[in-house]
Nanobody
Framework: QVQLVESGGGLVQAGDSLRLSCAASGRTFSSYGMGWFRQAPGKEREFVAA????????HYADSVKGRFTISRDNAKNTGYLQMNSLKPEDTAVYYC?????????????????????WGQGTQVTVSS
């Protein structure tokens, strides 16, 4: 089991920045790839960003590429999502997730059902 707890959400204005954190406990976090997802009201949960176990490979949804940065600090068992130039359409509950088999060669496993462990989510609201 891996327990994940997100923090860092809040209410900001368009153009502002936020950094989300995902604190992990339980099994060795450094063995797991990590992803960030988000879910807006009335919409399905969608992929935002992913990072492999070492932090050496990352992948982003087109909608956040160039604005968001995913990172991790395995010594602190924590993952991060730096969000810059926020837009109202970024408003959602943000979830971190972990899975052992996130990246196989150059193929990323990014479907919601492919992640084994999830946090409870943190709300991000961007006002215009």
């Amino acid at each position: 089991q891996v327990q994940l707890v997100e923090s860092g959400g809040g209410l900001v204005q368009a153009g502002d920045s936020l950094r989300l954190s995902c604190a992990a406990s339980g099994r060795t976090f450094s063995s797991y790839g990590m992803g960030w997802f988000r879910q807006a009201p009335g919409k399905e949960r969608e992929f935002v960003a992913a990072i492999n176990w070492s932090g050496g490979s990352t992948h982003y949804a087109d909608s956040v590429k160039g604005r968001f940065t995913i990172s991790r600090d395995n010594a602190k068992n924590t993952g991060y999502l730096q969000m810059n130039s926020l837009k109202p359409e970024d408003t959602a509950v943000y979830y971190c997730a972990a899975d052992l088999n996130l990246l196989d060669g150059s193929y990323w496993y990014l479907k919601v059902y492919e992640f084994d462990f999830w946090g409870q989510g943190t709300q991000v609201t961007v006002s215009s």
